[in-house]
């Protein structure tokens, strides 16, 4: 598992290095107030040549939850239960 996380973070820096993605903290700082709860995990993922950050929420009732948000816009792209 550590190694798909250190590869997630390899990508994830090359990709804000050459300016194709928004750094997490950019996209956290605007998706934020749409994430009801708390981020539990954060992943790194390329689907058809658009780069994704996808966030593993609990919301106050306890669900977890999966959110895609693009990582260049910083548009929530789906959201539904894990």
């Not at 290095?17 to 934020?32: C, N």
């Not at 910083?74 to 894990?82: A, F, Q, V």
Request: charge should be negative; proline fraction near 5%.
């Amino acid at each position: 598992m550590a190694k798909a996380d250190d590869d997630d973070h390899e990508r994830a820096r090359r990709a804000v290095e050459t300016e194709q993605v928004r750094p997490l903290a950019e996209i956290l700082a605007k998706v934020r107030p749409s994430l009801p709860g708390r981020i539990i995990g954060t992943e790194f993922e390329e689907d058809d040549g658009r780069y994704i950050y996808e966030f593993k929420v609990i919301s106050p009732n306890g669900r977890l939850r999966e959110l895609h948000v693009d990582a260049t816009s910083g548009e929530i792209l789906s959201e539904e239960d894990d």
